[in-house]
């Protein structure tokens, strides 16, 4: 018989309280004193449940009709209500059967094959702007998201949005963060009314401008092609010729929708990964001294490529283990559709639902010395083989793009790594903040030094 999930210590309001004050020190308090999970009741809320048993995270999101996503509301409605990371049932497996080709087999050779040719345009431009000088300062994330922006734009939506729409979606994405962080709304009763910031809904409405500009020069660019075999690849188009197929409904903005999501989470994730992934090797600097190694052997002086991704393998090691540390979507959020029942444990319809990879990567139950930055750990174990370790989710919803970021990640660090000491303050790390994906609370500066220099230095 399926018993009542226990209940954290203190009354429910001081617990919301911390939950909105402190977000990941509440979430690393509950994974230290639950084995399973624990219900948090919130006034004027239905209660928020956190997971800390992996196996109990597996078996929810693999269920996903009684575990279904939280539904866009508010401020993230302005931006898409029904893309494929949103919608749910027959809307999410028509979208899913129509873009999935764009993220398989030739497409993810595409993608890496650009992450090469555009990383190595980053690293021509940092060496012009160093010039004879030591070293140059750049923010760092943003850097990673101008990067990673405009090969995801290019590879799925068919188009290089340019470096200034690139540093503009940047600025977007910064406003979006402080409008979503975690605070003390999260927890506050579901009656009280909340606020858009103005400045919000400008961005909003600028990447959904973006969005309409891509989907009408796409179109015009497919009525001017002559038939199937000159018709591109990418997600966009695959969207698009699908409007003539008589088994697809497509509900109003659906293809917008589409490319506003991508436009995000087509890049983000990567681009918070790669900037957190320098910062620990700038921390580490006998690991990146190995990547160095590494890229001189299998790189060299050739143009990074697809066919380089298999012999990266301790730069693979070195991504995998900043993903299990600071995983940039840091936590699976979803809610009970119904009463529903998980390992021993009843689940009241409507709960909200956290499944915190930021916690449970970080448990000593599942990890050797969790808190310490070690590739080496995984130099023979299969991330696939630990169910603890799960930075792009699991089951049916699990990430459409892990193929994208883990091959062009390992391109990305490893010829920025090759040419250039990439070095962050050694507190760069420390105030990162809790919105839909783990962002850093400010710029991080980087200083930027080639590696001439960086021998001479030492």
């Known amino acids: 018989m399926a018993r009542d999930l226990p209940n954290p210590p203190e009354s429910g309001l001081r617990n919301a309280l911390r939950f909105g004050d402190d977000t990941f020190r509440f979430i690393e308090a509950m994974q230290a004193r639950f084995d399973d999970a624990a219900a948090m009741p919130i006034p004027g809320r239905a209660p928020l449940v956190v997971v800390t048993n992996p196996e109990l995270v597996h078996d929810a999101l693999s269920r996903p009709a009684e575990f279904s996503r939280v539904p866009a509301s508010g401020p993230a409605a302005l931006i898409a209500t029904q893309g494929l990371v949103q919608s749910e049932g027959e809307l999410w497996e028509q979208q899913r059967g129509i873009m999935g080709p764009a993220f398989m087999g030739p497409q993810v050779r595409a993608y890496a094959n650009t992450v090469g040719r555009r990383v190595t345009t980053l690293v021509d431009e940092w060496s012009t702007a160093i010039g004879d000088g030591d070293s140059i300062t750049r923010n760092l994330h943003g850097e990673m998201t101008a990067l990673t922006v405009r090969v995801a734009s290019e590879i799925l939506l068919g188009e290089d949005i340019g470096l200034e729409r690139a540093e503009q979606f940047h600025s977007w994405m910064q406003v979006a963060g402080d409008e979503f962080e975690f605070g003390l709304d999260a927890v506050t009763p579901e009656w009280v009314p909340t606020r858009t910031d103005p400045e919000f809904k400008a961005a909003a409405e600028g990447i959904l401008g973006l969005a309409e500009e891509l989907i009408e020069r796409r179109r015009a660019d497919l009525a001017e092609r002559d038939g199937d075999d000159d018709r591109p690849k990418d997600m966009l188009t695959m969207l698009l010729m699908a409007e003539d197929d008589p088994d697809v409904e497509y509900p109003d903005n659906q293809i917008r929708d589409e490319v506003a999501t991508f436009l995000i989470a087509g890049h983000e994730t990567t681009a918070l990964s790669l900037t957190y992934t320098q910062s620990l ?7 990146r001294t190995r990547v160095r190694e590494e890229a001189d052997a299998v790189i060299g002086e050739e143009t990074p490529t697809y066919d380089h991704v298999s012999d990266l393998e301790y730069t693979g090691r070195v991504f995998q283990e900043a993903l299990r540390l600071y995983p940039a979507a840091w936590a699976v959020f979803r809610q009970a559709s119904a009463d529903v029942r998980l390992g021993d444990y009843r ?19 599942f990890f050797e010395h969790p808190e310490t930055f070690d590739p080496d750990r995984w130099e023979d174990r299969s991330p696939q083989s630990v169910e603890a370790y799960f930075p792009f989710s699991s089951g049916p919803h699990a990430c459409i793009g892990r193929q994208f970021s883990v091959t062009g990640a390992r391109l990305a660090l490893a010829t920025i790594v090759q040419e250039f000491d990439v070095d962050v303050a050694d507190d760069a790390l420390d105030d990162l903040r809790a919105t839909p994906t783990l ?18 230095r030492q």
């Open 439 to 456: 962002r850093p609370g400010g710029p991080v500066e980087a200083t930027i030094t080639p590696r001439r220099a960086a021998r001479q």
């Open 347 to 365: 689940v009241p319809e409507g709960a909200a639902i956290i499944m915190p990879q930021w916690s449970i990567h970080r448990d000593e139950r």
């Open 281 to 287: 090797l700038s921390q580490h600097p006998e690991v």
